[in-house]
């Protein structure tokens, strides 16, 4: 009938990995200001702005979720082919990659809250071991053994030395300052970032 306004009626729906994006964006801020044991799926759910099924058909559990979101090193992930690019030059940019990750302000947040609560809640440490830290060294390891790869005398025992050193060198002393409260806000921008890391490199391929 004219004159008759239709209501908003659905809102419009969002691509999968659009959707997954934004619980996983949702969700840290709640974990990082509530901490693991207080938050639920349906705290989150509805921050989200959809139903407690639509967020459990992307994430099973709240397990599930917080692994996805602390191991979202994945996403700096360089699938590009580097064939003109150095070896130093690869491995500057896989330490950039984790290093922007690494101290991002939410992943500082995560950090923390999983230091907090890791003897209460043991496997929440086991999950960032796991799925973060071990995320980050792969990187570094695979980027390492593709450089050493016809080099029959490095053995994966210093090659992981040689990735513990890079990562410590380049990025822990900085997570270091920032999960105690320091302003590295200077320090993490790219162009700081790259210096550093670019000295570091310069020791392992002078």
């Known amino acids: 009938m004219e004159g008759i306004k239709r209501g908003p009626g659905r809102p419009q729906a969002i691509a999968p990995a659009e959707r997954r994006e934004k619980i996983i964006d949702v969700a840290g801020s709640i974990f990082i200001a509530e901490g693991y044991s207080s938050t639920n799926m349906e705290t989150i759910a509805q921050r989200c702005g959809m139903s407690k099924k639509t967020l459990y058909q992307v994430f099973e559990s709240k397990e599930a979720l917080f692994a996805a979101l602390i191991c979202d090193v994945r ?44 003897l209460a ?6 999950q960032f071991r796991g799925h973060a830290i071990e995320q980050g060294r792969r990187m570094i390891r695979e980027s390492l053994a593709r450089t ?11 090659i992981e030395a040689m990735a513990a050193f890079a990562f410590g060198a380049a990025i822990a002393e900085l997570q270091l300052r920032a999960l105690v409260g320091e302003d590295i806000s200077s320090a993490r921008a790219k162009a700081s970032l790259s210096k550093r890391i670019e000295a570091v490199v310069g020791l392992i391929f002078p």
């Open 148 to 158: 050493w790869k016809k080099d029959r005398k490095k053995s994966a025992a210093q």
């Open 121 to 126: 809640a043991p496997a929440l440490a086991e």
């Open 75 to 118: 996403r700096y992930e360089d699938t590009s082919q580097q064939a003109q690019a150095t070896d130093a030059d690869n491995l500057s940019g896989t330490l950039l990659r984790i290093a922007e990750w690494t101290l991002a302000p939410r992943q500082i947040g995560l950090t923390r809250l999983v230091i907090a609560e890791s």
